[in-house]
């Protein structure tokens, strides 16, 4: 079983940036795709950002590309959020994903999921 645990979430100011972390336990999390997803109040769960099992290959939402990056770190069994020049409209639950095989941004694609940190961006 795979267990997901994000962190990292808080309140910024428009601008401002912020990292969400998400970390794994897993002995077999080299062999994962990971992405980050979010889900903002009356929302359905949107994809933000993928990365491969190697880190060589990411997939970004149009929403995240040119402000956010996504980063994995295989020793440590951890994948990162970066994001920066945040607005608004990026307020939202942030979740972790894992699945294997190939990079996704369909959400039924993911078999697992972490329980989301809240990002809150005042304007």
């Known amino acids: 079983q795979v267990q997901l645990v994000e962190s990292g979430g808080g309140l910024v100011q428009a601008g401002g940036s912020l990292r969400v972390s998400c970390t794994t336990s897993?002995?077999?999390?080299?062999?994962?795709?990971m992405a980050w997803f979010r889900q903002a109040p009356g929302k359905e769960r949107e994809f933000v950002a993928a990365i491969s099992a190697t880190g060589d290959s990411t997939y970004y939402a149009d929403s995240a590309k040119g402000r956010f990056t996504i980063s994995r770190d295989n020793a440590k069994n951890a994948v990162y959020l970066q994001m920066n020049s945040l607005i608004p409209e990026d307020t939202a639950i942030y979740y972790c994903?894992?699945?294997?095989?190939?990079?996704?941004?369909?959400?039924?694609?993911?078999?697992?999921w972490g329980q989301g940190t809240q990002v809150t961006v005042s304007s």
């Open positions: 897993g002995r077999t999390f080299t062999t994962y795709i």
């Open positions: 994903a894992a699945r294997f095989f190939s990079l996704s941004k369909n959400a039924e694609n993911y078999a697992y």
